[in-house]
């Protein structure tokens, strides 16, 4: 019997290492997917602002919408590359986990021939000095000599198991030599994709410092086109806050009159109001981008001017670079509560519960206020600017009073 349990502890440990083995593989599928999808989605987005660069340019080159765009595409390059990177780290993890894995098998292998070969002269020596009846009917009672012979139907089943062992080692040792293959061949194929990438990279550097030296050379004109530019975010963005407040204060004023309390500077919400607000707030990071096509040309908040790095730009949503006259559309089903204009360019606010949405900088809108609209329903029309050579959309997203990152809201 110590003999059986002295056999019987590698085909426990070959069970357990089998499993893990299992396990880690289907943890580094699982980054592998996941590491692939971002590439792929970066990659479509690369090729979105080429597309958008290539019909900014033959428009008219060297603008500061093309500057936008090329400073989008080193931003993805460089996620793609560090994407690529962890790929690689991945991959050459899992070539030192298939080498260290073939050395394991092969030792098994050898281990289990060696115990397999001494079992079997143990068996003829055991036959040799005792038949398998002596044996048995040497035993002292009834249920002795049933042990002997169970234990005698386990050690010949066990020989059959030893066997069927070994050449499922060698199965498996075939297959993960194959698949260090694979993973060597998957490796030099992600170490050309960097290469590439980290050439495109350094391309769009190249013509990024071409841009800002020619776009630098004509600060006086870009200082007066942002002076105008600020002047109409600065009066979009007071009508839209005087807009809210409006739409609140008169919010409340319903609520006290139906005897319901409400105060702040928050909107007073009917049942209805509080189901769509939440079902909005319950899709951030999954509404759908107000346009078919973009580029996000302009982030939220305070950041440097792209060219005039003294001068600082607050965005209370986000620019999106698109086609030109391409239709804008709600990213998420509300009621339309304003429809205005800024220096003859129009926008859309559309109120979701306690969430407002905006769209501006449109040349034509197709609702009016008061308008029931569904998700991804038309309302609108981006403008193109002859001069710059672009169609650009402010979108923005506001909770009552306080400003929201557009980014955090939509799909990604």
Known sequence: MHLLRKYLIPVIQVAAFTAFLLLSGIAYGQDRKTLEANKKKLENEIAQTEKQLDQTRNRRKNTVAELQLVNSNISKREELIS????????????????????????????????????????????????????????????????????????????????????????????????????????????????????????????????????LKSKENKLRKQMKEQQKKVNQLNAQIQKIIEEEIRRSQEEARKKGESSSGNTYALTPEEKTLSSNFESNKGKLPWPLERGVISGKFGTHPHPVISSVTVTNNGIDILTDKNAPVRAVFSGEVCNVGSVYGLKFVMIRHGAYVTVYANLDQVYVKEGDKVDTKEKIGRVYYDAEEGKSELQFQVWKSTAKQNPEYWIAK
């Open 83 to 214: 994407g690529l990177n962890k790929e690689v780290n991945l991959t050459n993890r899992e070539i030192n986990n298939l080498s260290s894995k073939i050395t394991r098998l092969s030792n098994d292998i050898e281990t289990l021939k060696e115990e397999y070969a001494e079992m079997i002269v143990s068996s003829q020596r055991h036959r040799n000095q005792y038949s398998l009846l002596m044996f048995i009917f040497a035993s002292q009672d009834f249920n002795q000599a049933w042990r002997r012979l169970r234990y005698m139907g386990q050690y010949n089943d066990y020989l059959k198991k030893q066997v069927a062992l070994i050449k499922e080692k060698q199965v498996v040792l075939r297959d993960s030599k194959e698949k260090l293959e694979e993973e060597r061949e998957s490796k030099k194929e992600l170490v050309r994709e960097q290469q590439t990438a980290k050439q495109k990279l350094e391309k769009e550097k190249q013509n990024k410092n071409r841009l800002v030296s020619q």
